[in-house]
């Protein structure tokens, strides 16, 4: 107990000083991916001589500034059996991190405003189905029941004809969900390095052997790079290509209310969702800036479009104070869908594109990059998301699925 008091345990992860010259693997970015990525490595491969590089703080990027939806009901036969493994994996994790990481289930609604709207939740809902998902297409006396708040004629603009119900739609703790992988991490011998940014990579003969860092230069065979909105700047330090945008996606919050929305609501006609948090705030985004921009600063124009359309929903909340407003970096593909797996550089892995999609899939990101990186071999479940699909025109549609107005 004396010892114990000498050198407590940290209460999330510990401090390191000191890079080491060379590690087994090198994982790029202490977002939710990476660090997944690290834990499941380090749990199921016993692989620990691995370092994680953060060049700022862990969970500050898209990890710590998304809404936290999460969901499974994808429009394609790849999507949906991805995302319902991840929902799967959900469920188990505070218990296997010993952290509450306040996962809620909520049930999930897509507003349909007009026939063409309509026509989609019913195509979603029959995919979902086939997979044994739980969505169905809802009439709009049931929106009402579940969210009587709702004004469904939306001030007679767009009124609501209908809506894709998904029930085991869920919102949890982000910033929970990244201490839980980097103490699980962090426990089993992973090095977390924060403040240490990547600056080159090196590739000799068409392999990875290593990364130079604003703290020294690493060698390692293998490096796995989970930086979302920075991953255009690193693919150019190995010289591969894809065709990533970055555009800003912003979110807002309320100030807290007593509880009185229960499902997650979202309408990509009004450029609305907005769900409840157990704090009792509104947690509320809209569509993507429509400009390309590598920024997360936050707008005025935006706070003001989002309230004027959360009144056409809850007119309400008139009232109601918002109290912060930031933008996250999202990195967007042409399909809607990520980019995972090896590249055509030997040890140089790759897990991108998740634009406004990517926190409900942090585990099952972590579990197939892990055996990726551990076997070298592509995990059967992210086969359809290489970057070659580009170049092969093999792309998979996830647009209509997407939840976000773009
Ligand atoms: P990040 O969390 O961004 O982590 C990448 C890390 O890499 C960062 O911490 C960054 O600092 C670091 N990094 C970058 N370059 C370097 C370098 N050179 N050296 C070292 N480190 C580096 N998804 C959903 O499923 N549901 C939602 O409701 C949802 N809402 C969203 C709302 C907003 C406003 C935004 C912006 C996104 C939303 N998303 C949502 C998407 C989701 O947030 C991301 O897809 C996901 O968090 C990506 O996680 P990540 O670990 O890959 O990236
Ligand atoms: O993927 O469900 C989602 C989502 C909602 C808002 C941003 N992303």
């Known amino acids: 107990f004396a010892l114990a008091k000498q050198h407590p345990e940290p209460a999330m992860f510990r401090h390191r000083d000191r890079l080491k010259p060379n590690y087994d693997a090198v994982i790029i970015g202490a977002g939710g991916h990476g660090l997944a990525a690290a834990y499941y490595l380090a749990r199921d491969y016993g692989m620990t001589d691995i370092a994680v590089l953060e060049k700022g703080y862990l969970g500050g990027g898209n990890t710590g500034r998304n809404t936290t939806i999460i969901r499974s009901n994808y429009l394609t036969p790849e999507g949906v059996k991805f995302y319902d493994e991840s929902l799967r994996l959900w469920q188990d994790l505070a218990q296997d991190f010993d952290l509450n990481l306040f996962y809620s289930t909520r049930g999930h609604f897509t507003l349909a405003h007009t026939d063409s709207a309509i026509r989609t939740m019913r195509w979603r809902a029959e995919v979902n189905k086939h997979f044994g998902i739980e969505s169905e297409l809802v009439e709009p006396d049931e929106i009402k029941k579940a969210c009587p708040h709702m004004d469904l004629t939306c001030g007679g603009k767009a009124p609501v004809m209908g809506a894709l119900y998904h029930a085991p739609g869920s919102i949890a703790r982000h910033d929970a969900v990244a201490w839980g992988y980097g103490r699980g991490a962090d426990r089993r011998g992973v090095e977390i390095h924060q403040q240490t940014e990547v600056l080159g990579i090196q590739v000799e003969s068409g392999k990875v052997t290593g990364v130079q860092t604003t703290r020294g230069n690493i060698s390692t065979p293998r490096v796995l790079c989970a930086v979302a909105g920075f991953t255009p700047r690193l693919l150019q330090m190995v010289g591969l290509r894809s065709p990533i945008y970055v555009h800003p996606l912003q ?156």
């Not at 229960?262 to 705030?281: C, K, N, W």
């Not at 920024?295 to 309230?307: C, I, K, P, Q, W």
């Not at 790759?350 to 999609?357: F, H, M, P, V, Y």
């Not at 990059?369 to 580009?390: C, N, P």
Request: proline share 5%; net charge negative.
């Open 251 to 406: 979110a807002m919050v309320s100030e807290p209310m007593k509880p009185w929305l229960d499902p997650i609501v979202v309408s990509g006609s009004l450029h609305v969702y907005v769900s409840q948090t157990a704090r009792g705030e509104l947690v509320m985004g809209a569509s993507l800036d429509p400009y390309e921009l590598h920024s997360t600063r936050s707008t005025l124009d935006f706070v003001e479009g989002l309230a004027a359309h959360m009144l056409e929903l809850f007119p309400f909340l008139s009232h109601v104070k918002v109290v912060r407003q930031w933008a996250g970096m999202a990195d967007m593909t042409p399909d809607f869908a990520p980019i995972m797996g090896k590249t055509a550089i030997a040890g140089f892995y790759l897990d991108a594109g998740w634009g406004t999609w990517g926190f409900k899939a942090t585990p099952v990101c972590g579990k197939t990059m892990a055996y990726t990186v551990a076997s070298d071999r592509t995990h059967e479940l992210i086969t359809k998301f290489s970057l070659d699909r580009f170049k092969n025109y093999a792309l998979v549609g996830e647009k209509g699925a997407a939840s976000v107005g773009h």
